[in-house]
């Protein structure tokens, strides 16, 4: 069964949502604007994930990986699973949690598992509905070149072009 945003809201749920999952969950229950959006926990099957895609009504989803090892504090796997953006039918939903499940055994995970010297874990699944911000980014609490600072990097449209590197952003340091 999918765990819905509010049930987030009240608590830590009873089944396993990966780190990714974790954090929306965080950001949740401390007051802050979250785009909607439910967690497929990795055991579960599709059609509960479709059953509530359905419920929801929203014309467009991103489809996001959230393993139970990703967004760690000593481990991100930054940019290892897939995220699909865009999804608009039943067909393109189950299609990218099967993605988003698969990339678990994809080379570049594998091999950062290797060189971590970690274990494999299950992917949780977040559907979550898409919000088209005129700009978009990623905050890194900590900058890696700066530890007593914070990195934001942003740039017009969405997210996605700035995780892949296919844009120039702007960056800032807090």
């Not at 049930?7 to 089944?15: F, I, V």
């Not at 965080?26 to 359905?54: H, K, M, T």
């Not at 017009?156 to 892949?164: C, I, N």
């Amino acid at each position: 069964m999918v765990i819905l945003q509010s049930a987030l809201e009240k608590g830590p749920p009873q089944a396993p949502i990966g780190g990714k999952a974790e954090g929306l969950t965080r950001l949740l229950q401390a007051g802050a604007d979250v785009p909607p959006f439910f967690v497929l926990p990795p055991d579960e099957p599709i059609d509960a994930a479709v059953d509530a895609w359905r419920a929801a009504g929203w014309s467009r989803c991103a489809v996001r990986s959230s393993a139970i090892g990703e967004d760690g504090d000593r481990h991100s796997f930054a940019g290892m699973y897939e995220t699909i953006l865009g999804v608009r039918t039943e067909a393109g939903l189950r299609d990218a949690i099967d993605r988003c499940r698969r990339s678990a055994d994809a080379e570049r995970v594998q091999r950062y598992l290797e060189e971590n010297r970690l274990s494999p874990t299950p992917v949780a699944v977040i559907v979550q509905q898409i919000v088209d911000g005129d700009a978009s980014g990623v905050v890194f609490s900590t900058d890696p070149m700066d530890p007593e600072r914070a990195l934001i990097s942003a740039a017009w449209g969405l997210g996605e072009s700035v995780v892949s590197g296919l844009v120039s952003a702007d960056t800032l340091k807090v």
